[in-house]
């Protein structure tokens, strides 16, 4: 059986609005990349964020996300699954944006 933590409902929720899944096409969301969560952290988020200058705080989370603040904006690191391919892609959600834009936190 899967489980399926808060973080994860609100992030299909999050992909659905974006128009990045449906029903059809089911979103697996995973933890993010194995190793320390700051240096983790860093990478995903500079790959994605030119704003990111410096991770200042990241955690692990029980579900294997990453919680990061960088340069003042609050980020969580996840992966996501590719249907066809079965490689799993990091993301960086930049959940200030997030919350203001769509009403979703990032926080539990």
Do not use: W
Request: hydrophobic share 40%; proline share 3%; net charge positive.
């Amino acid at each position: 059986m899967i489980t399926v933590s808060k973080t994860s409902r609100r992030l299909i929720v999050v992909f659905t609005v974006l128009g990045l899944g449906s029903a059809a096409h089911a979103i697996n969301i995973g933890p993010a990349p194995a190793g320390n969560a700051t240096a983790v952290a860093t990478s995903v988020i500079k790959a994605n964020f030119d704003s990111c200058k410096r991770v200042t705080n990241a955690t692990r989370q029980k579900d294997g996300s990453v919680f990061a603040k960088c340069s003042g904006v609050e980020y969580l690191v996840f992966s996501v699954k590719n249907q066809k391919s079965g490689a799993a892609q990091p993301v960086a959600l930049n959940c200030d944006a997030a919350k203001t834009r769509l009403g979703i936190s990032c926080r539990r």
